[in-house]
T-cell receptor, first 114, second 111 residues
């Protein structure tokens, strides 16, 4: 079956611009996670959704970052007033149940802020 | 969640067993050991997890010491496609929802 998909695969933007990154989880997965991975580092947690609600947003670095999942399926990560330090790979994962350690990751979106 | 310590890099000859160690000396009784790997330019991939018993699946075996303070992931016959960064993660199933990856072990399988 289809795995987690993310679009776009690559995004280049200029400092100060707004970007949206999309995640399509595995069909039927109620839990959805966003992570960010900088070069040479492991992925770092950003936010977790259970259904439509953000159950844990403790990893969002500041209020320029926001994510939504209005219908409990597709999620969008939104970054306002992008900074060069936001350049990273943004990974999305989903799992079939709340709190599962078995998460299925998408290929990521590579964001480059010039 | 307890912290883990892994060697930064390892080499393994193609066709041989790759044994990747992980120390988690502060692990608590209800924390599981998870292994993921990340092949270059891909998202992380779940491999295996366990609590106290050794586990085996089609990808790998997980050996957890009796005191649970360390574990070893075994790839029985490494191939070039197993070259990746391997992450050992200790996680409480009832606690945080996220995974803490650390920096992992970069395994290079050599032809």
């Amino acid at each position: 079956g289809a795995g987690v998909s993310q679009t776009p695969s690559n995004k280049v933007t200029e400092k100060g611009k707004y970007v949206e990154l999309r995640c399509d989880p595995i069909s039927g997965h109620t839990a959805l996670y966003w992570y960010r991975q900088s070069l040479g580092q492991g992925p770092e947690f950003l936010i977790y959704f259970q259904g439509t609600g953000a159950a844990d947003d403790s990893g969002l670095p500041n209020d320029r970052f926001f994510a939504v999942r209005p219908e409990g399926s597709v999620s969008t990560l939104k970054i306002q007033r992008t900074e060069r330090g936001d350049s990273a790979v943004y990974l999305c994962a989903s799992s079939s149940r709340q709190g599962s350690g078995t998460q299925y990751f998408g290929p990521g979106t590579r964001l480059l802020v010039l | 969640d307890a912290k883990t310590t892994q060697p930064p890099s390892m080499d393994c000859a193609e066709g041989r067993a790759a044994n990747l160690p992980c120390n988690h000396s502060t692990i608590s009784g209800n924390e599981y050991v998870y292994w993921y790997r990340q092949i270059h330019s891909q998202g992380p991939q779940y491999i295996i997890h366990g609590l106290k018993n050794n586990e085996t699946n089609e990808m790998a075996s997980l050996i957890i010491t009796e005191d649970r303070k360390s574990s070893t992931l075994i790839l029985p016959h490494a191939t070039l496609r197993d070259t990746a960064v391997y992450y050992c993660i200790v996680r409480d199933q009832t606690g945080a929802n996220n995974l803490f990856f650390g920096t992992g072990t970069r395994l290079t399988v050599i032809p």
